[in-house]
């Protein structure tokens, strides 16, 4: 336990064990854009002999799914026909394949068939995104915004301590840690299980963000109020040493209790929200770990200035 | 002495009580006021609007119009809308939960269209279709068969004559548009306020120079909304339009506050839609909230017994004021948001955990009871304060820029994290601290094992410091 400082370099490698592979299949596959991000197609359908109270949404949506189109987002509704009172769905789902979009209708039709009797397919349209473009990019600015911000604001609060900057840019590093990492593991995700980025996901994202920097400011605290009392002959790394100690107990309490109430989500909580609370989970552990091991231990780096000694010897995590 | 907590108490009690009436309200009226928990789409559904635009039109123009539509769904105060392209030619609207479809409808569709004409000197009533030099072909409206005609208000007839357009809408200077309060008896008529830019300014300035006691006709697409008489000149091209009602005030506003849209939409249909998440999913998550919750007390009492027991009565306070809350502004809850929710209990454990975690530092250090209590969130206070002003910093952000960029996704997001950290403040830094206190001064509950001090596992780690 005193020697989390002193192991640093393990430390920035195995995030970087983690980000890398991420980032690779960020590069190669990007993300697999859901289609509140990508847009896709809208069915309405029209089940002739049924009313809306013997349609399940959740069925029709297994339905689809079971054909070919996952993530399926099913809406009932009545409508009327001939002056008759019918059951509809809304269905919107990814775009047809270019080959054959004739066969995967009729397979779609034909599987809702045997469960719901006659089902008409009413339209089939082409629909764009629901999250516009728009919104991402003003996230995306908003949260560069917040950043700067950020940086003022603990640059002002940490006055007291040496080099008060220093806190800002390394909060602001873990917290680009958290996000580079979720995102290369939404793509490996995306590549092998098959999870799509949607309007929950950049909720998601945005919740990380800002917990990530929560966290670290916690240990960022200790250390302030540490070299406050800083005893003589007290060298910075064993200060953030004993910082690190003393915040672990609070920062692993706070993370169980986030990881008990996203597990119970992740079990219990249904299939629509899983995803949503996978990422979460990822994202809540990432930046606990970034807090502890690479925002506090980027201050001892900058403390010594490593980065000249990097390329003159050897490997650098032997140093 | 014991004054000191008993006015926090109160206090707590009294806030716990007030929501607790708002969270439970019998049939979700509180005063008067409707509380109901407004449901997104993904767990309630809502109405469905499609609408077509009239004519050919490209790619770019569709998607600026529905840019428009889905700030003008934010400017009337839904939350959690779906503005969505449907082909080469439609707008999807998806409207969670509205009260009067028809209505936001009408907001949505109208293009916004802002222009002055010159009658030549002549009154035109409210509600007069006119040809304008800018929009020659005004879309009539649609008779409705099926209704009689009403003799005190017929069908409105359209203008043979041709007005000449002083103004083009385009030159309208969205960010000056604006509602003006009436707060004096003199003007108080509702209004709002607007500018021109560009030769639509100059043109404006020069007409009611020319034109001073003379009627001019203001037609938004194309239906004149007011004929004042100039009083003076219009230099700088700004005015008002007067309305009788606040309601009719808003909908100008709201047409032209978030740009005119580019084309004319007809609605091609309407109809209620259910939610896209099952009954059954949303019970799940409800479940799953619980369970945790029920981990997360279990967990806090027993790690840190008595301030824990404390904290968990703090979270039971936390749920039901934020609850209160939402049922109050309203917030739309969508399955994201009760994620957040729950996830914003893990917030205000933190700032708990936080002060627990000092409170035993400090016993260990042979504090007395009462002065390691204040000592441990005086000493926490730091730490809270920063995590939660940095938190608070980014929630304003994002619900700027969500408000401004009229994107609900964000604004929601915002609005939720900001609440959470806010009231966690309250619970941690309020009222588990006037519990404490209040336990710890009548001389009750003074084993240190209830502090869990005693056979404490982690002495080691606290002689490494």
Known sequence: MKNIVSLRYIWFLISLLIIIPGAIYFALYGLRTGIDFAGGALWDLHFTTKQTSDLNTEKIGEIFAANGFEGAQVQVSTVKVDGKEIASAVVRTKELSAISPEQQQRTIIDALTKVYGEVKRESLQSVGP??????????????LGACVAILIYLTLAFSKAPHPLRYGICALLAMLHDVLLVLGMAAILGHFIGLEVDAYFLTALLTIISFSVHDTIVVFDRIRENLMHRRAGEVFDDIVNHSIVQTLPRSINTQLTSIFTLTALLLFGGVTIRNLVLVLLIGLISGTYSSIFNAAQLLVVWEHREWRNWFRRGSAAEA | MRNREIVPFLFIMLITALCGWIAFAPDNTWLGR????????????????????????????????????????NGLGVSEAIVQLS??????????????????????????????????GQFLNDGTIVRTSGNPEPKMPEVDASKPVDPANPQPTVSAEVYQSITDGRDLDTRQVSLRVANDKISAQPAVSFAFTGQSASDLATFTAANIQKPMCIALDNVIVSCPVVQSALIGGSGEITTSTREDAEKILNQLKYGSLPITLSIESSRTVSATLGANSVQASIVAGMV??????????????????????????????????????????????????????????DANVLIFARLKEELRNKRSLLRAVDAGFDEAWPAIRDSSASTLITSAILFVFGNSFGVSLIKGFALTLALGILLSLF???????????????????????????????????QSAV
Request: glycine residues 8%.
């Open chain 2, 34 to 73: 409707d509380v109901s928990v407004r449901l997104g789409l993904d767990l309630q559904g809502g109405t469905q609007v499609l609408m077509k635009a009239d004519g050919v039109v490209d790619k770019d123009i569709m998607a600026t119009a529905a840019t428009v539509i889905e700030r003008r769904v």
């Open chain 2, 427 to 461: 619970t941690a830094v309020v009222v588990t601290r006037t519990f404490l206190r209040l336990i710890v001064r009548n001389g009750a509950l003074q084993s240190l094992w209830l502090y869990e001090i005693s056979n404490d596992p982690d002495l080691q780690e």
């Open chain 2, 292 to 349: 945790g919750l029920i981990i997360v007390a279990l967990f806090m009492i027993i790690y840190y017994r008595l301030p824990g027991l404390l904290a968990t009565i703090a979270l039971i306070i936390y749920a039901i004021i934020i609850y209160a809350v939402h049922k109050f502004i309203p917030i739309t809850l969508t399955l994201s948001g009760i994620a957040g929710f729950i996830l914003s209990i893990g917030l205000a454990v």
């Open chain 1, 130 to 143: 629901t999250v516009s473009a728009e919104a991402t990019r003003s996230a995306a600015i908003a949260v």
């Open chain 2, 87 to 120: 082909g080469t030619d439609r707008i999807i609207v998806e409207l969670p939960g509205v009260r009067d479809p028809e209505k936001a409808i009408e907001t949505l569709r109208g293009t916004g269209r802002l222009e002055f004409i010159d009658t030549k």
